[in-house]
Nanobody, 119 residues
């Protein structure tokens, strides 16, 4: 059973930084991709950043230039460095691991970590 455990959320002032961490129960290279999504109250869950097995990264337009996704393969961990945070970045952030299967994709999710950007 795949387990993803997020940490690193909290309260930060606008312009500040946070680093989120997602620890997987197995090798992160066993997944086709890993990423971070976020969900604000009353809104859908949206992709923030993704890193593929090959190391390719992709970001939502709203976070490009401010957020950086990376990984530590030895520690089975995916990181999200968030700089220049804005109030609109406030959301619950979820770690995702995706495996491609014959009929589509199988997604695994962490429990989420709250990020609040406020003065």
């Amino acid at each position: 059973q795949v387990q993803l455990v997020e940490s690193g959320g909290g309260l930060v002032q606008p312009g500040g930084s946070l680093r989120l961490s997602c620890a997987a129960s197995g090798s992160i290279l066993s997944f086709n991709a890993m990423g971070w999504y976020r969900q604000a109250p009353g809104k859908q869950r949206d992709l923030v950043a993704v890193i593929t097995r090959g190391g390719t990264t992709n970001y939502a337009d709203s976070v490009k230039g401010r957020f950086t996704i990376s990984r530590d393969v030895a520690k089975n961990t995916v990181l999200l460095q968030m700089n220049s945070l804005k109030p609109e970045d406030t959301a619950v952030y979820f770690c995702n691991a995706r495996t491609m299967i014959v009929v589509g994709a199988r997604d695994y999710w962490g429990q989420g970590t709250q990020v609040t950007v406020s003065s």
